[in-house]
């Protein structure tokens, strides 16, 4: 094992600490830009008990509001010029994955006067990583990205159809403000997805690392066990405050380093590909990974077969022959197809209406955003253009 | 659940980190005071090869050498002058636990002008808990404690004859850099005892927790697992870097918080009244441990039968007739026990040579140090002066 870990953001795991945001924000900031995201937070009350609570505490708030699902970078623009005309010192982010995300980006946009899609790693010969930002308070109302605690971010670009990422030290919030009660009122099919997203942030580091991590093993394992649990608990009944808070710790665990520290993930491949789909069709991000992880699982496991047998024998309790028992393997895969099917998420790109005319397009694009130096999108193993195409065409 | 965490400290986790040791030192100080303990850094060539580090890098070296097993505050106060005296602005700790609390307690004491022993909770109306220290980097030359990425420290006063802890956010190193390699030649008794130091930082907060904590209970099973696994691995061959490194990690995560935020433990029995005995004895804290850990863990069993159920079930994959079956609970009781023999832990006092002259005393002394508002020592369940009796007459 070789890494480096550092997480500086301070948690806050509590029922009702929306109403603490005024006293943290007090903290870090004097003129708040309050971002949010398509209205939900306004009609279920939440927008309000934030603000009074910023008002009560004596910082004046200015919104960008409509922040988008696959958050467009016409809208960091858009919430970048709020702050700016408004000489806000502080960003808070009250919302699902989508928001968080460009929040970090509005805050690092701030004080960049260049084009923020520039921070952004697309595929351009030097992205401007940034250096700086300014505070961010995070208040997730969705258990699902763990964008809450890590410094990571996805942004779209509309008029490129790209989607891709930024990670990096300066992003990381510092406060993580985490209120289960905000879940409660989350539909079924995005707590879902939530479940879903969670799991593949952990399947992702779990099954493309270096092998030989035996506690980072066993802890994803225990977050793929908690969220199997736990998830279709919140989904049958949204109001089981209990089953919202352990989808939304294990949310939150799936994607802070604890999992991934010293796992060597040498890539994302199954983010990568659903990335290049959904900037093509604004589909639900969980919803393509719903799709795509099993079909690239079932790929993954002709070579990584001792994992695949792993996780079958350890989440499914399935009875393996050995540590290369494939059959044992593609069973486990099976199974975990029809846990996600089983919580009403789509498993086949035809589920959203999506056919197979682009999917030698997505493969390039994708390896055109990100690639070894071999040319091949980093992964255990490592994926040609083909290996993409026949991942998708297996989703079909 | 009901949690906050935070914890700000750099892990650099690498085989030959030592070298960079000089590297890290100059992005916080550049006057060092360097700690260690009784001699083996010397004889091992690790003391050389760090002060090599940090000269090449321009920084001066201040030595405070000899802190010992169960650090005392005259080592603090030695410490702390040397500091001083030579203007010290770094203080970096290279040993194993002891030598990294000391180092905690003397950043802080360097800017108190106070008794360093004020800082200590010892039963004291108004104890002073430090709100600033020189900043601190931990290279840990043992795998055992966890005190390299936390923020507490342990000290004894030989004057007094007492022994107990501070724990607050001033105290967290800046950096902890864990080099696996230095762990190599640790002989195989210190081995075991670290083994059964950082597994009993885990069934301190699993036990001692408030349930409804899957994920944080899954996390506890995980690194007691791979420290079953690993650490006699590590004590049959030592040059074993492999289970070195799988030791040294499950080590540092039994105590960092992450295993216990959230698990919402409501004391450390076996550590309180462990220190009250070794404060009386000078024993190898883990020895201690080793002793009254199963000893106290039949005793809570009556109570948390389920939790204990769990662990019989989970860690030592026994069959239990559903979760109130105490025969299993103390099998797996029997089985823990067993193991630390196995590695060659004391299990009983007579083990030490320590008979029950002063069983009251330690009991009288622990709760003296630390109660609750009725007089208990804060456990599940809480325990009373002849609880305490108890589990150390039964651990005779």
């Not at 949310?251 to 991934?260: H, I, M, Y």
């Not at 719903?290 to 499914?316: D, H, L, V």
């Amino acid at each position: 094992m070789k890494f480096k870990y550092h997480n500086p953001v301070r948690l806050v795991f509590s029922a009702g600490a929306l109403s603490r945001l005024g006293e943290f924000a007090s903290q870090y900031g004097q003129r708040a830009l309050l971002v949010t995201g398509g209205g939900s937070v306004k009609r279920n009350g939440t927008f309000d008990r934030a603000l009074k609570s910023l008002i009560d505490a004596g910082i004046p708030v200015f919104a960008c509001e409509g922040v988008e699902p696959n958050p467009r970078i016409t809208s960091v623009k858009r919430g970048a010029a709020t702050a700016r005309e408004n000489a806000c010192d502080l960003v808070i982010a009250l919302g699902g994955g989508s928001v968080m995300d460009a929040a970090k980006v509005i805050a690092a946009a701030v004080l960049y006067d260049g084009d923020p899609w520039d921070m952004i790693i697309h595929g351009q010969p030097e992205p401007h990583i940034p250096a700086q930002a300014l505070p961010l308070i995070t208040v997730p109302t969705l258990a699902a990205t763990g964008s809450e605690m890590n410094c990571g971010a996805v942004i779209s670009n509309e008029a490129t159809q790209e989607k891709s990422f930024v990670s990096t030290e300066c992003l990381y919030p510092k406060v993580a403000l985490l209120d289960p009660e905000l879940t409660v009122s989350v539909p079924k099919d995005q707590t879902a997805y939530g479940v879903c997203d969670l799991i593949t942030h952990i399947t992702e580091s779990y099954f493309n690392g270096t092998g030989d991590t035996p506690i980072q093993d066993r802890f994803a394992e225990s977050v793929i066990l908690t969220a199997m649990e736990y998830g279709p608990k919140a989904i049958a009944n949204g109001s089981d405050l209990n089953a919202r808070s352990q989808v939304q710790w294990a949310a939150t665990v799936a994607l802070n380093g604890w999992v991934q520290s010293g796992a060597g993930g040498v890539g994302y491949p199954v983010h990568m590909i659903e990335h290049t789909v959904s900037a093509f069709h604004d589909i639900t991000h969980a919803a393509g990974l719903a799709i795509i992880n099993p079909a690239w699982m079932r790929f993954a496991a002709k070579t990584s077969t001792p994992k695949f047998t792993q996780f079958a024998e350890r989440i499914f309790g399935l009875a393996a022959k050995g540590s290369g028992d494939l059959d044992c393997a593609l069973a486990g895969i099976d199974c975990f197809e029809a846990f996600l099917k089983s919580i009403g998420c789509p498993v086949r790109f035809s589920d959203l209406g999506i056919d197979d005319r682009l999917v030698e397009t997505y493969a390039k694009e994708t390896l055109r955003i990100i690639h070894d130096e071999n040319g091949l999108l980093p992964a255990r193993p490592p994926m040609t253009e083909a290996d993409i195409v026949g991942v998708l065409r297996a989703a079909l």
